[in-house]
């Protein structure tokens, strides 16, 4: 199998647009969600295929983005102007902007950043790395609802599973050595089903001839490695989020299930905030064992 740099995942449909807002590209399933040939969208008005509410949210959370590996997104928006609601994330490519959208399926969770803090503030009572490691990953498991969640820490050109929280009778991963970490832009990457047949792009390059550049998508497909890997564990879906913790690439989160799963959006947004915070709390609880190990008065 090749390799799919410009694919997505069938759940959901993505819509790359020009500065002054035509259709540059639109994925082939276009049509499963909005009803329109995504053939004939290239070149069109993005006005002639969302609503002008859509329009006016979109351009809102564009500008909101910092950085170049920033992504916004919107719960719960009519793109059409239908009953029809769809979770969306936006960002910049290149000179593009990439619209993603995937049917609204899960509940909304009203205050995200409450309820992650929630979460967070029953990490407090963890006295040593290790159990807060261990509590982080029994949160997440209860979250996300996934078979098994891992948690790697890098190190010395390699990985190693140091928190596990999982169901009864799949075995084990802890102290399982992982290859290393590979370079990634997208904090959170989901793959719902390992089996699901990738979506591609019309046109598959831009006039420049180069690619469309999915690396920040929510969408992107899976390489045809991660999917191997997958399958090797038994696994049809998995999510992992970057751990960043004081500014290096400390670890990952890996979840793994045996049926392909979508967690919705604002779950998965859930998780990705909780991240963050538990890497904050990670390099705090470094820096305690670090100044506890120094004899008094250095």
């Known amino acids: 199998m090749a390799d799919q740099p410009c694919a997505i995942q069938p759940h959901g449909f993505l819509l790359a647009l020009s500065d002054d807002w035509l259709v540059e590209h639109a994925s082939l399933n276009v049509g499963d969600f909005l009803g329109r040939d995504p053939r004939g969208l290239i070149g069109s008005p993005a006005s002639s295929l969302l609503s002008v509410d859509a329009i006016h949210a979109l351009r809102n959370r564009l500008a909101l983005l910092r950085g170049p590996d920033a992504v916004e997104r919107l719960f719960r928006c009519r793109l059409i102007g239908d009953d029809l609601h769809f979770?969306?994330?936006?960002?910049?490519?290149?000179?593009?902007?990439?619209?993603?959208?995937?049917p609204c399926t899960g509940q909304s969770y009203g205050d995200i950043t409450g309820a992650v803090r929630g979460m967070i503030e029953r990490l407090d009572h963890d006295d040593s790395l290790e159990a807060l490691l261990e509590t982080g990953a029994r949160q997440l498991r209860a979250m996300t609802g996934f078979d098994r969640i891992v948690i790697a820490r890098f190190g010395d050109n390699k990985g190693e599973v140091v928190a596990e929280c999982a169901r009864g009778g799949i075995g084990t991963m802890l102290g399982e050595q992982l290859p290393p970490a590979r370079h990634r832009r997208a904090a959170l990457e989901l793959v719902a089903d390992s089996d699901a047949a990738p979506v591609a792009m019309v046109p598959r390059s831009a006039a420049s001839g180069q690619p469309l550049d999915l690396s920040l998508a929510v969408l992107r497909a899976p390489s045809p490695q991660r999917i191997e890997a997958l399958r090797a564990r038994g696994a049809k879906a998995a999510m992992s989020i970057a751990l960043n913790v004081g500014g290096r690439a400390w670890g990952l989160i890996d979840c793994h299930h045996h049926f392909?799963?979508?967690?919705?959006?604002?779950?998965r947004a859930m998780a990705d905030l909780f991240a963050q915070m538990f890497a904050m709390r990670v390099r705090i609880s470094e820096l305690e064992r670090q100044s506890a190990r120094q004899p008094l008065g250095v």
Not at 260 to 267: L, S, T, V
């Open 87 to 102: 979770d969306v994330a936006v960002h910049r490519s290149g000179g593009s902007t990439l619209v993603e959208a995937e």
């Open 260 to 267: 392909a799963r979508i967690p919705g959006f604002e779950r």
